[in-house]
């Protein structure tokens, strides 16, 4: 493969979606985790390769340790290693802590946290062995303030940030850059649900006062995985508006 490989978990839609169209528009070979929602994802790949790009999708429930070492293993194999691997894939159960259920709690822990060990896991011998990779992990300015009615999310996304300060201190010998982006309040599925007063409450907390575009973080990720981005590792860039400044 003459291309670079850049997996995304999670990229059948919002930012994860905008990460493969951003990224098959810079000329990488790029692979499109998604967990249910086929049509989404083909819709995806459809758009990279009408736009002249290559790529393909991969089904995979990144929570799962033994399916997601299986994804990791065929990629591996078919295209000789994951250049980029963009930790994406993430979901909300937002409830109050008197209400949230021990299931609440775990099952957003194991997508957002434990979804992105299980892939830098299954990843690592194979940047190793080529002395170079870039690993992005998406967090959230959650994670950085924390949020009533999110004690799980804010711990997946704290944990995420411990993560990429760990993996970036243990793999920066190897050449290999990890850094993660909080992003702020982005248009998509996952804010759709919000209600227009919580929205409008959103926005007063935002110095540009506009929600963020998927592209506003896929832009960042295109930066951070390129060679202008060579000499930044153990970061958490926020774009999220000026909120957490
Ligand atoms: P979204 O529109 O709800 O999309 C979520 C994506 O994750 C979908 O592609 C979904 O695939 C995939 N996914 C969910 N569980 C999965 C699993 N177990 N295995 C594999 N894929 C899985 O979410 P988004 O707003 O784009 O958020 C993307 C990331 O940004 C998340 O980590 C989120 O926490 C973070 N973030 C979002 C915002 C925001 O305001 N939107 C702010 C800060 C951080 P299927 O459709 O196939 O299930």
């Known amino acids: 493969m003459d291309k670079k490989v850049v997996l995304i978990t999670g990229g059948s839609r919002g930012i994860g979606k905008a990460i493969a169209l951003t990224l098959g ?24 390769i009408a736009g002249g790009g290559s790529g393909s999708i991969y089904q995979s429930d990144i929570s799962n340790y033994n399916e997601t070492e299986k994804m990791m293993t065929d990629i591996i194999k078919e295209y000789g290693g994951i250049d980029v691997l963009v930790n994406n894939a993430g979901i909300t159960k937002d409830q109050l802590m008197l209400r949230m259920s021990e299931e609440d709690f775990s099952s957003v822990i194991d997508i957002n946290l434990k979804g992105a060990f299980n892939c830098v896991k299954h990843v690592t011998r194979s940047m190793f062995k080529k002395r170079s990779g870039c690993i992005i992990n998406i967090s959230s300015v959650i994670g950085l303030v924390g949020n009533a009615g999110q004690v799980n999310y804010a711990a997946s996304k704290a944990g995420i940030i411990g993560m990429t300060k760990a993996l970036a201190k243990e793999y920066a010998a190897r050449n290999i850059r990890v850094n993660a982006i909080a992003p702020g309040f982005i248009d998509t599925e996952m804010t759709d649900v919000l209600s227009e007063e919580i929205k409008e409450d959103i926005l007063d907390k935002i110095p540009l006062h506009t929600l963020g575009r998927p592209e506003d973080i896929a832009n960042m990720v295109n930066f951070l995985a390129s060679d202008q981005a060579k000499y930044i590792t153990g970061q958490v860039i926020a774009v999220d508006g000026g909120m957490t400044m």
């Open 25 to 48: 528009k810079s000329d990488y070979h790029v692979i499109i985790n998604y967990r249910s929602r086929e049509d989404e994802a083909v819709k995806v790949l459809e758009e990279i």
